[in-house]
Every structure is written in structure tokens, then in C-alpha cells.
């Protein structure tokens, strides 16, 4: 359409919508909400209902030092979201390591977590209610973490090779986006697994 | 036919479409690895079209079962299949990916964009919605073989648990269901999220979201309400699997699970699915209704403020598929109230429909014959909607024929005619040539009264106690005639949707040079050649209200000075 | 074209008249309509619905009726003014009316539709109510009447409520595998069978006579043979029946190589006949099986035959049933079907 009138007063407006990845993270994190909305619900639903044990008050011990870390670790990530903005790129590859780790740390605390139910405590995924609504919720929320840890590394090792810089700041937030969701969603799990439902 | 020209269509050169020439394999390549919107449109389209003969073939072929008392057309396994299969498929098939389709291929055109947000997620999407289809249908291979139809899911298409447990389906049916319909809605969630990040970050210069076309408007809305309708099925469906596969107990009501909750979580996504699918109906009406009555739609911001509350009410009603499985009487007068309450703003677009008719000039083309069958028919499946919300009555009428009937009248007789009003509408922009109006009018006419015979005919089964998902009936139920009867007007529907195949193939060469702008249109769709470039647009537009195209029709009377 | 709205609605009413006059006709033998009540919650239902009729059907007519008219007046005419029409963007008081209007026919017809569900669900329980509790099976009725201590299958009885002695009955229902529902259209609206999970229902029947339903939630293959039967019975006649069925079984000596047949071919896994040794609950109680009108939950007719032949295959009636072929050689079915036969 090249012929558009061209006197109109809007023709010289300012025209900034926000950017697509954002918006296409915020979308995805809205249906992944819903998911673990629905396991959510169901772990609440089923607490108390079991025929047989181990129960949680039994069994489980609040796993601290995981939380905590990877709690920080949506810090570190903002920090080097800060970075990546301000081409400060040492920076950033130092936080972006620091995030990694944190998450590596949580993801061990849960794998010895998990060894010691099911090996000691004999609480499988078909033992009983608890245990088939604990292990999806809580897996499923792992499973989203071990995704942003992939895609984290995957940008750490493309930034050791230094092909990283504030061009790529949209894609990095995009992830940064994603790591706050899962870090916001252990903060519901956590709430109603460990709180709630012990 | 407007005798104004724009500019932009003689500039079309020959090499627009890069696999035009070459081999019949370098062209059939192209087409698998596109990523263009406008492709993979017709891509989800063909699918659909495809899947939409099918799913019609199995209900010809459970109408000519039920047609006559104790008949044995198909056995009580192989009807259990169909209706399975038939429901799945219409609505994740067919349904789904019409819609889609259409979007992927007008929203970019609508806001002047080149293309979608992410061109490579929506060639993944639909490969995945493709694979889960072929998933679904490789079932009917395997099991007792093909006569028994394989193994085909026959679980019903809401797959109650625990029906679905291992106990109840041994086999694989219920897994070919339930990892299809994950695969698909991945597929689907991708296609969503493209949707939204186009709609909301590739709007050209000048259009705001209160200028964009209703179109795109509803299908920004369908699109955030898909993004937390489809997901709670597939985890729903994930929980199933956990079940059958490793033991878990979400549903296994001999360890405490409840069959309840599976029905809540298919529901919580089964309603809003239905508005994910009637949107894109009322979507496809906003753009054809005004421009074969020539005037604006009436009451723009009310229709985008009904879409929005709409999308929110509808995760309200889920329960009144509910209303006989013993909740509470708070319950079911909450959710009574609720399904009420969303009727308002549904009600309140048909107003504003007759409104926009009031004082035009209605020209009665295909399309247009389309759109009037689904004001009529859509008023009706609403009437029908607000009795089943009425809880006592739905004690009667759930389970029955009767909401065969109305979720019929809202699937086929507002849906699928919104469908076929759309292909009629935008072939010529995709293909460059008109559908045949005479051989649209006699699809339209034959299939109107197919329609009417079968699913007015099917409410009064439903009154008299005929219940759903039954492979027979008794002989001495008082239902045989009225069975007939809903079965003689399936296949004149048949017939009607053969004779649009038909068009539908033999105009692609034959038909009529279509031209820009063959409807006198107001959107920018209509400002590009017919098909368009790879690039859409040659210079990326610049809108100033509603309806650009109006505005450059009707330089001395432009949308702008009277839009608030 | 499109019609003059006026035969339109000419035709639609005359063909709606017909249709419900042949309709509500069919509901005078035992056909299960919803059109012809025969208890106070199904009475309430239907008054209910015609409300509801009247009110919707207004407004198909009021809106149906100004598209119809839409469509008839401003069609495109030869005549017509060149250019384009006068171009309305919107009204805010019309579009105010027509929301305010909705609304209020919402609050009417919730509030119509809200004292019925508290009327049904929330009535109460008279101390003359008399209990059954139905269990739902693939694909099966298991009814039992725990006052009497009656356990029988598929064919309810139960003692009609008349003006001077009302006599509800009040049922509890659960499932011991998937999901049912159980509906008899003149009595009730229907309430499904959840296993796991205990709902409750009741009728008030007015007319003695049989009353025809059957399972309304998909329950796999032979959903749709898992029919009801319920006997509606003056007070005299349902004691009387409720008398026989808490008797033992007969213990006729002549028949006595069938009952061998049957405590020896595993039917007692399955089967229970109240005085002997089979106490199996996976399948009907026979303890009075002759006594029912039809076998296999309405599939077939209570004949001889019809039973010789379900005990040698299942599937020539009901192709999925849970009961298999017990591979009986011909003696053994003629013995064990005249064993059966003398279960009255």
C-alpha cells in the first residue's frame, strides 16, 4: 500500500510494541502455569487421602539448601541479565556460571532426596497416593529446571566462545523470563508439598 | 466488484513464489520445509478438509447403524470406536486446525506484517499437530485387526476414568488416544503462542489493538484462552499415562483416587475448548457479515469487550457437563448461574450482528448465505445451551440426545458453516480464483436442510429419553422413526459436502480470476495481489482506523473522524 | 430467497405442535419419555422446562423474528441508491438496553431454576422412606434393599406414592468399577454410580406400572444393553414381592444334577444363590432369577432358550459381556438351565 495518504497527523508517530520473545515466553509460562496449576490441585486434593503410608510427615525433610540456592539463583540470572544488557560480558558469563551451579546444586539435593525415599523410605510413584502425586509434581517441576539448565549452559558455552553480546540481550531475557518461572513455580511447590501438605 | 485499483497488485512479478517452478518433487519440497504463514495456512486447511471427510465418513456410518433398531452395520466394539474417533476427530482434527489454519494465514495479512512472530516454531506446530492426527489414526492398525478396527481408542472422546484405566482398557487404544492428543496440543500450544507474540509485537505502524480487524481481535482472545484450556488436558493426560504405565493411583479409585477429578480436569479443559473453537465462528463473521451488508460492524469496542469476557466467564461454567455426577445443590446453582451469565455476552454479538444488517444493503453470495445460516442456527444452539444450564433439566436432558443436538447445532451449524463461509470468502485471495457460486449455492441449500433434518429431529430424541453412546436401541422405545429420520438428513449432508469438495478442487483451475479484491473489502488482506507474494505486503502499510481499505475507498469520508 | 418470516413461523409451529403431540403421545405406553412425569421430581422438572420454553422460545421469536426481518428489508435492491449506506458505528443506549435486558431474564430464570434444584436435591428424607442402594457393574444392575436384606439384579420394584400414603424411595448409588448413570426418564432426572464415591437420589412414583430406562454414562462395549426395569407396585403387591425374594432358594430334588452342574463349573465364582454354597457377588444374585421379566439387564427375554443360550455364549446377545462361555456340553446346559429354571 504505497499510496496512503500522507498528511495525516499519526503518519510521524512513535510505534513501539513490546518484544516478540518476551511476549512469546510470557505466553508459554501462562500454559505452563496451567499444567502445574492441574498438578497442583491434584496434590492438594489428595493429601490426608491415602489407604496405606509412608505419609509425608513420615518421610519428608524440607530441602533447604536446595530451595535457598536455587531461589538465589533467579538473582544471579538478573544479574547477569544486567550484564549481557550493559555489554559487560566477563560479567555475564561469571553470573551466568554462577546460576548454573546453583541449579546443579539443587538438582543434586533433590537426586539424594529422591534416593533416600525410594531406597529408604520405600516411597515410590506407585506406592500410594502421596507418592504418585509427589513424584509428578515435584518431577515434573525438576524436569522444567533441567530444560533452563540446557538452555543455560547452551548460552554459557556460546559465550565462552564470545559469540555473545547485547544483540542477543532479547533472547537472554526470553530465558531469563523462563528461569524466574521455575524458580516462581518451586516457590508454589514448595508452599504446598513441604508446608501445606506435611 | 469495485472499480477502484491499488497499486500493489501489478507489481507482483513472476518469481513471487520460489518453489513455483521446478520439478514436481523440488515443489512438493517446498512445501514441507515452509516456513510461510500463508503455506502452512493451507497446509492446517488441507489437513482438516481431509480429516473433516473422515470424521463425516464415520458418522454416515454410525447414522446408518443407528437407523434402524438392533441393526448390525458395525459391531458394539467397532461403533465404540467410531464415535470415539468421530468425536476426536472433529474436534481435534478438524476443528482445531481449521482455525488455526485460517489464522496463520490472514492475521499476518490483517495487521501488514511479512509473516508470523516465529516462522520456524509454526512449520514445528503443525508437523506436530500433523503427527499427532497420524498418531491417532495409525490405532485403527494393530490390535485384533482391521475389521475389529484395530485398536483403535473407544473410550468416548472424554475418555472418563476409570474406564481408561489398565483394568477396564487393556490394549493400547486409550494410549493411542491420550499420546496423539499430547503430541497434537503441543502442537497447538505452539501455534497459540505464535498467535499472541504476532498479534501483540508485529501490528503494523498505525494499528492499535483497538484498530484491528475483529478477526484478529478474536483470535488474540482464542489463542491466551488455548494457552490454559489445552494444557489442563494434557496434564490430565500425562497423569493418565503415569497411571497406566507406572503405577500411579491419580485415578485408580481402589487406591483412594478419584474418578471425580479426572471428570473435573477434562472439563476444566473441555468447555473453554468449545469457546477455543466457536471464537474463530463469531471471528470469521466479523469480517464476512459487514462486508456483504456494507456497513461497519455495529458496536466495535462492545463486540472486543464480549470476546474478552467472554474468554474469562467461560473457565467458570466447566461444571454444568457435571450437573448429574452429585455435587452439591450451592454447586450446581453456581454453576447454573455462571453457564447463565455467559450466555449474555454471547447473546449480546447476535444483537450487534442483526444490528450491523439493520439499514444495509445485504448482497446474498455464498459466504454470506453461510453467515446467515449460523446467526439462525447459532441463536438456536444458544437457546438450547441456556435449557441444558437449567440443572434440573439437565438431570433429564445430560447424556441424552439432546445435547447431541445442541453441541451439534453449535459444532456444525454455527462452526462449521462459519468454515465453509470462510472458504468461500478467502479461496480467492489464496488461490487467485472464485469458488463457483452456483455450486456454492447448491452446497449451501442441500446442506442446510440436511442439517436441520437431522439435528432439529435429534433434540426430540433426546426428550424422549434416548441416551448418547449407545451402539443400538430397543425396538420398543418409541425411537426408530425419528432415527431414520436424523440418518436420511446425514446423508444429505454427505451429499452437500461432496458437491463442495467438488468446488472446492475444480475451481482452483477452473474458477473465475478472483482479482485483489473481488468482495469490495475493507481489511488489508484485500490490499495485496490474489494470492500474495512470499512478502505480503511490497511496502509494509501504514492504517489510521478500522478499515484502511475504506478509508482509501472513501478519502472525503474516512473511518478515522468517527471511530472514538 | 430466505422465507417470509411468516411462513416461517407458521411451518415451525405446526411442525413443533405435531412432533410434540406424537411425541408426548409415545409416553403412554412405558416408553421412557421425559415428556410424560410419573413422580413429583420429574413433574418438577418438566414444569420447569416449559418455563424455560416459554422464555427462550420468546426470545427465538423476538430476535429470530428481527434477523428475519433484517434479511428481508435491506436486501440489495436494483433500486438502491448508488454509494455505499449510511455507516452506524454503534448506539450506547441500545447496546446498554440489550445487555440490561439479558441480565434480567438471567436473574428470573436462575432464580425460577435455583428453588427447583434446592426442592429436589435438598428435599428431605421422610421416615417412611424405603432404602435401596443400587451398585453399578459392567454391565449390570445390582440392587439391595437392606431393611429386607433382598439382593436381586437389573429389575427394581418398588411401592407407588399416592396422594393419601406417600411412599418415597431413596437410593444411594455407587459403582464397583467404572462409571454409570442411572436414568428411568418419568421418575427422575438421572444421577450417576462413581465408584469410590456414594450419591443419592429419590422417586415418588404416582402410577403403578413398568417404567423403562437405562445406563446414561458410557461404561464400555455393552453400555448400551445395560437397560432398567422398574416395577412400580401398589403397597400389597410390592410386600408380596419383597416376601418372595427373601425366601431361599428352592431346593427342588429334581433338578438337583443342574445344581451340581452349577456349584461345580465354577459358577459359584461369579454367581450367588441365597440358601446354597455359591456366595459369589462378581455376577447377578440367581435366587430368584426366574422371577425377572428379562436376562442380561434387558437383553433378552426371560425364556428358556433365551437363558440355555446365554449360558452357552454370552456373546450371541451381549458381545463383551464380563460373563464367558462356560464350555457346558449340551447335558450339562439342559441340566444346569432346568436347575435355573426352578429359581421363581
Known amino acids: 500500500m504505497s499510496s496512503v495518504p500522507i498528511n495525516h497527523p499519526a503518519h510521524a508517530i512513535e510505534w513501539h510494541l513490546p518484544d516478540k520473545r518476551r511476549v512469546g515466553m510470557s505466553a508459554l509460562i501462562a500454559g505452563e502455569s496451567a499444567i502445574f496449576a492441574i498438578f497442583v490441585v491434584a496434590y492438594l486434593f489428595y493429601i490426608g487421602k491415602n489407604f496405606t503410608g509412608p505419609t509425608p510427615r513420615q518421610v519428608l525433610e524440607v530441602p533447604i539448601v536446595g530451595t535457598i540456592c536455587l531461589l538465589s539463583s533467579s538473582l544471579t540470572i538478573w544479574r547477569a541479565e544486567k550484564a549481557i544488557e550493559e555489554e559487560r560480558m566477563a560479567g555475564f558469563t561469571l553470573w551466568l556460571a554462577a546460576t548454573i551451579t546453583l541449579a546443579a546444586v539443587f538438582l543434586t539435593d533433590t537426586a539424594f532426596e529422591w534416593k533416600k525415599l525410594i531406597y529408604q523410605d520405600r516411597l515410590t510413584i506407585s506406592t500410594n497416593l502421596f507418592g504418585t502425586t509427589f513424584y509428578s509434581l515435584v518431577g515434573l517441576h525438576a524436569t522444567h529446571v533441567v530444560v533452563g539448565l540446557f538452555l543455560l549452559t547452551a548460552t554459557f558455552i556460546l559465550s565462552l566462545f564470545g559469540w555473545v553480546d547485547s544483540r542477543q540481550s532479547e533472547r537472554f531475557g526470553a530465558i531469563a523470563l523462563y528461569w524466574h518461572f521455575v524458580d516462581a513455580v518451586w516457590v508454589a511447590v514448595f508452599t504446598v508439598v513441604y508446608l501445606i501438605g506435611r | ?467 448418547r453412546s449407545i451402539y443400538t436401541y430397543q425396538p420398543d422405545r418409541g425411537w426408530s422413526f425419528l432415527n431414520l429420520v436424523v440418518s436420511i438428513g446425514g446423508l444429505i449432508q454427505g451429499i452437500a459436502v461432496l458437491i463442495f469438495a467438488y468446488n472446492f478442487v475444480v475451481s482452483y483451475w477452473r474458477g473465475k480470476v478472483a482479482g485483489d479484491d473481488p468482495w469490495d473489502a475493507w481489511t488489508l488482506e484485500w490490499a495485496t495481489s490474489s494470492p500474495p507474494p512470499v512478502y505480503n505486503f511490497e511496502e509494509l502499510p501504514v492504517v489510521h482506523s478500522r478499515r484502511p481499505l475504506w478509508d482509501l475507498k472513501h478519502p472525503d469520508d474516512p473511518d478515522w473522524e468517527y471511530e472514538s | 430467497m430466505q422465507m417470509a418470516p411468516i411462513r416461517r413461523l407458521i411451518c415451525l409451529c405446526g411442525a413443533s405442535a405435531w412432533l410434540f403431540r406424537t411425541t408426548s403421545a409415545l409416553g403412554q405406553n412405558s416408553s421412557p419419555t421425559t415428556l410424560a412425569p410419573a413422580s413429583t421430581s420429574a413433574h418438577q422438572i418438566f414444569d420447569l422446562s416449559i418455563f424455560v420454553v416459554a422464555v427462550t422460545g420468546g426470545i427465538f421469536f423476538v430476535v429470530g423474528g428481527l434477523l428475519a426481518i433484517a434479511l428481508f428489508r435491506f436486501r440489495v435492491r436494483k433500486t438502491d441508491p448508488a454509494g455505499e449506506p449510511a455507516q452506524i458505528y454503534g448506539s450506547t443506549q441500545i447496546e446498554l438496553a440489550w445487555t440490561v435486558i439479558p441480565l434480567l431474564i438471567v436473574v428470573v430464570l436462575f432464580l425460577t431454576t435455583a428453588r427447583i434444584i434446592f426442592a429436589i436435591q435438598d428435599a428431605p428424607k421422610p421416615k417412611t422412606a424405603l432404602d435401596v442402594t443400587v451398585i453399578g457393574h459392567q454391565f449390570w444392575w445390582e440392587f439391595r434393599y437392606p431393611k429386607y436384606g433382598v439382593v436381586t439384579a437389573n429389575e427394581l420394584h418398588i411401592p407407588v406414592s399416592s396422594g393419601s400414603a406417600p411412599q418415597a424411595t431413596f437410593l444411594k448409588l455407587t459403582s464397583a468399577d467404572v462409571n454409570h448413570s442411572f436414568w428411568v426418564p418419568r421418575l427422575a432426572g438421572k444421577t450417576d454410580l462413581i465408584p469410590n464415591h456414594v450419591n443419592s437420589m429419590w422417586m415418588d412414583p404416582q402410577k403403578p406400572g413398568l417404567y423403562l430406562g437405562q445406563c446414561a454414562q458410557f461404561c464400555g462395549s455393552q453400555h448400551a444393553l445395560m437397560l432398567l426395569r422398574v416395577y412400580v407396585e401398589a403397597p400389597e403387591q410390592f410386600a408380596t414381592w419383597i416376601k418372595n425374594q427373601q425366601q431361599p432358594a428352592l431346593q427342588d430334588p429334581v433338578v438337583a444334577a443342574g445344581r451340581r452342574v452349577f456349584e461345580t463349573q465354577a459358577c459359584m465364582n461369579c454367581h450367588a444363590i441365597s440358601g446354597t454354597a455359591a456366595t459369589g457377588r462378581f455376577g447377578p444374585d440367581l435366587t430368584h432369577l426366574i422371577s425377572r421379566g428379562t436376562l442380561a439387564s434387558g437383553a433378552m427375554d426371560n425364556t428358556p432358550a433365551n437363558l440355555r443360550q446365554w449360558i452357552q455364549a454370552p456373546d450371541t446377545f451381549k458381545h463383551g459381556a464380563l460373563m464367558p462361555a462356560m464350555q457346558l456340553n449340551d447335558q450339562q446346559l439342559d441340566e444346569v438351565t432346568a436347575y435355573l429354571e426352578t429359581l421363581k
Open chain 2, 1 to 467: 466488484m469495485s472499480d477502484y485499483t491499488l497499486p500493489a497488485s501489478s507489481v507482483i512479478e513472476a518469481g513471487a513464489f520460489a518453489s513455483e517452478s521446478g520439478t514436481v518433487l523440488e515443489r512438493l519440497h517446498g512445501w514441507v520445509v515452509t516456513v510461510d504463514h500463508k503455506r502452512l495456512g493451507i497446509l492446517y486447511i488441507l489437513y482438516s478438509t481431509f480429516f473433516l471427510l473422515v470424521a463425516g465418513a464415520e458418522a454416515l456410518l454410525i447414522r446408518l447403524q443407528l437407523a434402524f433398531p438392533h441393526n448390525s452395520v458395525l459391531s458394539a466394539q467397532v461403533f465404540n470406536r467410531f464415535f470415539t474417533m468421530h468425536g476426536t476427530t472433529m474436534v481435534f482434527l478438524v476443528g482445531m486446525p481449521f482455525l488455526f489454519g485460517f489464522a496463520n494465514y490472514i492475521v499476518p495479512l490483517q495487521i501488514g506484517a511479512r509473516d508470523m512472530a516465529f516462522p520456524r516454531l509454526n512449520a514445528f506446530s503443525f508437523w506436530l499437530t500433523a503427527f499427532g492426527g497420524f498418531l491417532l489414526y495409525y490405532s485403527f492398525l494393530g490390535g485384533a485387526g482391521l475389521y475389529g478396527m484395530g485398536n483403535a481408542p473407544d473410550v468416548g472422546w472424554f475418555a472418563y476414568a476409570p474406564l481408561t484405566a489398565r483394568s477396564f482398557s487393556p490394549g493400547h487404544a486409550t494410549d493411542y488416544w491420550a499420546l496423539a492428543l499430547i503430541v497434537s496440543g503441543f502442537g497447538t500450544l505452539g501455534t497459540a503462542i505464535n498467535i499472541i507474540a504476532t498479534i501483540i509485537s508485529m501490528r503494523c505502524k498505525g494499528m492499535t489493538l483497538m484498530r484491528m480487524p475483529l478477526f484478529t481481535w478474536l483470535l488474540l482472545v482464542v489463542s491466551m484462552l488455548t494457552l490454559v484450556t489445552i494444557t489442563p488436558l494434557t496434564a490430565a493426560q500425562f497423569m493418565l499415562l503415569i497411571d497406566r504405565y507406572l503405577g500411579g493411583h491419580f485415578f485408580d479409585t481402589q487406591a483412594g483416587g478419584s474418578s471425580l477429578i479426572w471428570i473435573h480436569f477434562f472439563w476444566i479443559f473441555g468447555h473453554p475448548e468449545v469457546y477455543v473453537l466457536v471464537l474463530p465462528a463469531f471471528a470469521i463473521a466479523n469480517e464476512i457479515i459487514p462486508v456483504f451488508c456494507r456497513k461497519a460492524i455495529f458496536g466495535y469496542p462492545a463486540m472486543v469487550a464480549a470476546s474478552v469476557c467472554i474468554m474469562f466467564v467461560s473457565l467458570s461454567v466447566w461444571a454444568h457437563h457435571m450437573f448429574t455426577v452429585g455435587m452439591t445443590s450451592v454447586s450446581n446453582a453456581f454453576f447454573t448461574l455462571s453457564t447463565m451469565l455467559v450466555g449474555v455476552p454471547t447473546g449480546i454479538k447476535i444483537f450487534n450482528w442483526i444490528a450491523t444488517l439493520w439499514g444495509g444493503r445485504i448482497r446474498f453470495t455464498t459466504p454470506m448465505l453461510f453467515c446467515i445460516g449460523f446467526l439462525f442456527q447459532f441463536l438456536v444452539a444458544g437457546l438450547t445451551g441456556i435449557m441444558l444450564s437449567v440443572s434440573p433439566w439437565d438431570w433429564q436432558l445430560h447424556n441424552s440426545y439432546f445435547v447431541i443436538a445442541h453441541f451439534h447445532y453449535v459444532l456444525v451449524g454455527a462452526i462449521v458453516f462459519c468454515i465453509f463461509a470462510a472458504i468461500y470468502y478467502w479461496y480467492p485471495k489464496a488461490t487467485g480464483r472464485l469458488m463457483d457460486e452456483k455450486l456454492g449455492k447448491w452446497h449451501f441449500w442441500l446442506f442446510v436442510i440436511g442439517f436441520h433434518i437431522t439435528f432439529d429431529t435429534m433434540h426430540f430424541l433426546g426428550l424422549l429419553g434416548m441416551p
